[in-house]
C-alpha cells in the first residue's frame, strides 16, 4: 500500500494480510511517520487484498476501513476475505 501509494507507475498492487495499513497516533514512529490509510487518495494501481476474517491484524473491522477509504477515493480494488480453514467468505 505505501509503495502502490508513493510510485505512479505500477500496475497493479498486492495488500496480502496487511499490517498496520490502519495505524493509531501511537503506533506511528520516526520510521513510520505516516499510517498507508492516509495515503489511499494517491493510490495510482488497482489493488488486491487478502485477509483473514480471524487475523488481529488487520481486524475485520480495519479491513472494512481500509475498503470505506478505497470506495470514498474512487479506487479500484478486489477484496477477499478468508475464515476458519481456508474458507472463502464474500468481500
Not at 508513493?6 to 498492487?13: P, V
Request: charged share 20%; glycine share 8%; aromatic share 6%.
Amino acid at each position: 500500500m505505501l509503495v502502490a501509494s508513493r510510485l505512479d507507475n505500477l500496475d497493479a498492487a498486492i495488500d496480502c494480510w496487511g499490517r498496520r495499513v490502519i495505524a493509531a497516533a501511537d503506533q506511528l514512529t520516526k520510521s513510520h511517520p505516516v499510517a498507508p490509510i492516509d495515503l489511499t487518495s494517491d493510490l495510482a494501481a488497482p489493488l488486491l487484498g487478502i485477509f483473514g476474517n480471524d487475523d488481529k491484524s488487520p481486524t475485520p473491522e480495519q479491513v472494512n476501513q481500509h475498503e470505506a477509504a478505497l470506495n470514498e477515493h474512487g479506487k479500484t480494488y478486489e477484496f477477499h476475505r478468508y475464515g476458519p480453514g481456508g474458507q472463502h467468505l464474500a468481500s
